[in-house]
């Protein structure tokens, strides 16, 4: 029994680990099939040249 808690251990996070990417992988496949997704503007947010804005352009809170 000790066995099988230990590599549930292991096994719960990488599942953890699974979800987060797959749902971010999954927002940036949806937003570009709809269009929504302004790659070169998400270039230069992540370059960090560009000022991350929300929604119509309002600058994001920190």
Not at 5 to 24: I, S
Not at 32 to 61: C, H, N, S, V, Y
Request: glycine share 12%; hydrophobic share 50%; net charge negative.
């Amino acid at each position: 029994m000790a066995l099988l808690l230990g590599v549930d251990r292991v096994t719960g996070a990488m599942r953890v680990v699974t979800n987060l990417l797959g749902d971010c992988v999954t927002v940036f496949a949806v937003s570009r099939w709809e269009g929504a997704l302004d790659i070169e503007q998400a270039k230069r947010t992540l370059a960090g040249e560009a000022e991350a804005t929300a929604g119509g352009g309002i600058p994001a809170q920190p």
